[in-house]
Structures are given as C-alpha cells and as structure tokens.
C-alpha cells in the first residue's frame, strides 16, 4: 500500500480508535508477526514522523536512498518525505510518533528539525549507548499517555514528554555534526529538487523532458543519474508517484473510480484502471475493498 498521511485520514487509514484522537500528535504501534502483521508500503505523512524501532530490523529506501534499521535506531523524516518498506524481519516492532505541522510550529526545537539538511539526508540515528534505556523508557510512557483516560491537561503533559524525546534526538545529532560536518552536495540538491517537482507534477506530466528541463540538466543525464543513485529511472519514479496519489483517495475518500481518474488527468477511467493493474497487480476496486 502507498499512502499520503496527515493528521485527520491516519486514523481511518490505519483503523485506529477514533476516541484516541489528539490535537497534532498521533502514535502507531506495529508488530510483523502471524496475526499482527506490520504493512509494508510506501508512507509520506504531512508532518514530522519518527519511527522507533523497538526490536527486530527493517529495510526501506528514505528520501530515494537505502537505509537499514535495527533494534535502537530511529528514523527521523521530515514532512513529505518518502518512506518504502522494503523488508521486515519476523520479529520487527516499530513505534511511530507523527506530529502535525500545526504542532511543530510551535515549537523551535522542532522547526529546526524541518528545515535541517542534515536530518533530511541522515535521516536514520542512534544515541549513546547509555541513553538507549532511557529513550525506551520514555517512548513507553508517551505510549501509556496517549492511551490514557482524557483529562483536562493530558495533551500538555503529552507535549512535554515529545519535546523531552526530541531534545535527545537533537542532542544526538549535534554529535554527529561535530564527527561528520555534513555539507549538502551536488547530488544532494538534484534528488531534493525531483522530489519536490514529481510531488507537485506527476499526476500531470510524464515526460523526462519536463523534469530535466526544469532542472537545468539533458533527459538522458537525469535519467542516468536517478537510476544509478537510486534504483530507479525518472519514469519509474513518477509512476510511483502518481500511485501514491490513487491508492491514497482510493483508500481515504469516497470518490468514483471515475473521479479520481479524472483528478489524476488520465483520458479516461480504463486507462486508468489499466495502469494501476500494471503497476500494483489489482484493480483499483480490488484495492479499495481490501483484496
């Protein structure tokens, strides 16, 4: 499955209890095993998203690079970043904690995350040794607030322990920085200026031409560079773009089959129809009943 996530669709998308719903902040806790199976799928949440994982490992291609995760590591994304699972082990359990754009704005800590080149491209961090206890500990008792009885000052408490968690994140960070001194490099800006235009013109343009012309590089020196650096051609990339966008109103409106063709610019619902089989091997009907 691949989705667009906010703060509002999450809960339906993820069957989540309506009642545990809170201003800016919303809490995942996932399992890969028979029964409570963790979906693996491409994930772009309008927001900050952090991923804990618990125990285990996962595999999955970040912001168009491949990372792998193992018990104690975090991934931090910032908003609109693309995350595919690729792979779990049989043990993987992962803690997400996404927050609103709303809720980052309020706090300083947490626009400089959003807005740091670093965090973008070392998107996958572990703390010290010592700490590793503690982060446990605390993201544990975020989950137990988050699902305790509502009360008149239980999202301010909530709030206090997210900061509390990102100012280790930060701090974790700030070490890297002096070992590593990262500097946004050539092929840093090219990745971050495609993704920023299929995000915006995928459901309308398919041509290499458009993409490269507006990056001031040749259709053949784009496509070269995205397949070596991440996998996958400039097409590919838009297809998967443009699928994210279907499977998404597929799965969190109520639109006709017909409707979201027509919002996606294909000539018509059978293209459409025919090119989402292509890419997902289901129809769009099948898809959107859970087959």
């Known amino acids: 499955m691949a989705l667009f996530l906010t703060p509002d669709n999450v809960y339906k998308l993820y069957n989540i209890d309506p009642s545990k719903k809170m201003e800016g902040i919303v809490i995942l806790h996932q399992q890969n095993h028979p029964g409570k199976e963790y979906t693996e799928h ?86 010290q040794h010592e700490e590793i206890r503690l982060q446990k500990e605390l993201v544990t008792l975020i989950q137990n607030f988050y699902h305790k009885t509502p009360s008149p000052r239980k999202t301010e408490m909530l709030r206090h322990l997210v900061i509390a968690l990102m100012c280790m994140i930060s701090e974790a960070y700030s070490g890297l920085a002096d070992q590593n001194n990262f500097t946004k490099n050539r092929t840093h800006e090219i990745i971050d200026d495609f993704y920023l235009l299929i995000s915006k013109y995928a459901t309308q343009q398919r041509s290499v031409r458009f993409y490269a012309e507006k990056l001031h590089l040749t259709p053949q020196y784009l496509s070269t560079f995205l397949k070596q650096k991440t996998g996958k051609s400039v097409l590919q990339w838009i297809d998967h773009a443009m699928i994210l966008h279907a499977k998404t109103q597929l799965k969190s409106t109520n639109l006709s089959i017909k409707q979201i063709s027509h919002d996606l610019h294909f000539e018509n619902s059978s293209v459409f129809c025919r090119f989402f089989k292509k890419i997902t091997g289901v129809s769009p009907r099948a898809f959107r009943n859970g087959s």
Do not use: C
């Open 42 to 127: 491409t994930r772009v949440f309008d927001g900050l998203l952090l991923g804990f994982m618990i125990q285990g490992s996962m595999k999955a291609q970040i912001h168009f690079l491949e990372y792998e995760l193992n018990a104690g590591d975090i991934a931090v994304l910032q908003p609109k970043l693309m995350i595919d699972t690729q792979s779990l082990s049989k043990n993987a359990e992962i803690v997400t904690i996404g927050l609103s754009l709303d809720f980052i704005a309020a706090f300083p800590i947490l626009r400089e995350f959003v807005m740091n080149s670093q965090v973008r491209w070392q998107p996958v961090i572990r703390l």
